[in-house]
């Protein structure tokens, strides 16, 4: 299991939510088996990312329903594989919001939620280059 969030559990290969969704047999066997930090454990302790939303010029009024939608979204998605989180939300002194994930699959996920839910919105999408897997997705608010 994972010792810096002994709910999840590694069972044939796949993380599993919880330790409580397996059976008194596979508890045992994981109670044999070495402690480990997870994967989104171990980069969320050191800071890194695959995913990095940037959401710009969001007016206050939409502030409260897109930080909805995004641990929504985070919640669901970790629901599904415990080693897809968002790591961070945070706002840069510019005013934006910054988003960091674990995947960057769930950083496009986000940035299409928040087109689907606000008309008024932009993306610019970037990729790094090999070896690094990280995406960079900007989403801007046009004022209607």
Avoid at 30 to 49: E, G, P, S, W, Y
Avoid at 77 to 96: F, V, W, Y
Avoid at 111 to 124: L, S
Wanted: aromatic share 6%; with cysteine.
């Amino acid at each position: 299991y994972c010792l810096r969030n002994k709910a999840f559990a590694c069972f044939k290969k796949r993380w599993h939510r919880s330790i409580h969704e397996l059976n008194t047999h596979v508890k045992s066997i994981l109670q044999v088996n070495k402690k480990v930090i997870c994967r989104a454990c171990k980069m969320t302790q050191d800071h890194l990312f695959e995913g990095e939303l940037f959401i710009e010029e969001c007016s206050e009024r939409h502030e409260e329903e897109l930080l909805r939608l995004i641990h929504n979204v985070g919640k669901r998605a970790q629901e599904m594989d415990p080693q897809h989180r968002i790591i961070n939300i945070g706002k840069t002194d510019q005013g934006a919001y910054r988003v960091t994930t674990t995947e960057n699959q769930l950083a496009d996920r986000l940035a299409k939620k928040i087109k689907a839910a606000f008309n008024t919105v932009g993306i610019h999408l970037s990729h790094s280059k090999e070896p690094y897997k990280v995406d960079r997705i900007h989403v801007t608010f046009h004022s209607q």
